[in-house]
């Protein structure tokens, strides 16, 4: 499981330096390595995928407290552990994806009352537990550190362009292998088809439908 500092060492590794062995030595990479990981590292991180692990799906009513006062009737509030929007849909099987929404600050609007959001979460029971992360996720995580603390290192000998190309070539690693762990997708069906099963038929439809997305 990966911690602070086993995340912090593959980060001086990747660059040569010699490793921590604890989280208040007293060397100048410690530091520096502090003051990136506190400017929001984690969800830095989390945001730049849809990752599985650290998906979350809740269903939000419209808030009291907002009323649009033009274009959607319904305003949501995001939740705290919001980092970014996977997908927003009429039902709890996400069947059925709204595509006639906005995505504005802390609001999702939105002309349904009630929907059904999936996002990435920086939750301690999501992306922000390290056991969930997995390895090449990792791996990534640490070539970014590498990336973003040779510069600020002093009399640190670099390549910076090739540190960005392999933290992006784990990055797209990650991703791919994510995407793999997610379950078949299917077109969603027209609206014809829909009311012939009902509007939340959706959710009998256990995806034995002609052809695969994604």
């Given amino acids: 499981m990966p911690t602070k500092l086993t995340l912090y060492n593959g980060a001086l590794s990747i660059i040569g330096e010699r490793k921590l062995a604890d989280l208040t030595e007293n060397r100048e990479p410690r530091y520096k390595l502090d003051d990136i990981w506190d400017n929001d590292l984690v969800r830095r991180v989390l945001q730049m995928g849809q990752w599985n692990f650290a ?5 939000l009513g419209s808030s009291p407290s907002v009323t649009p006062s033009f274009g959607y009737q319904y305003a949501f509030d995001k939740p705290a552990d919001f980092v970014r ?4 849909a009429h039902d709890q099987y996400f069947n059925i994806p709204i595509t006639r929404y906005s995505d504005e600050g802390a609001w999702i609007f939105c002309d349904q ?3 059904y959001f999936a996002y990435v979460s920086d939750d301690t029971q999501w992306g922000s537990d390290f056991t969930l992360w997995p390895p090449n996720f990792t791996e990534m995580v640490e070539h970014y550190l590498a990336y973003k603390v040779a510069p600020r290192i002093t009399g640190m000998d670099f390549n910076e362009r090739e540190l960005e190309r392999k933290w992006k070539t784990w ?3 990650a991703k791919a292998t994510d995407a793999m762990e997610s379950p078949a997708k ?3 069906k027209g609206g014809w ?3 012939r099963q009902g509007f939340r038929g959706g959710s009998r439809d256990r995806g034995n439908r002609g052809q695969l997305i994604g």
Avoid at 55 to 59: F, S
Avoid at 85 to 88: A, C, H, L, Q, R
């Fill in 85 to 88: 929007t996977i997908m927003v």
């Fill in 171 to 173: 990055l797209a690693e």
């Fill in 186 to 188: 299917f077109p969603p």
């Fill in 193 to 195: 088809a829909r009311s």
């Fill in 113 to 115: 009352e009630t929907i």
């Fill in 55 to 59: 998906k979350r799906t809740v269903e």
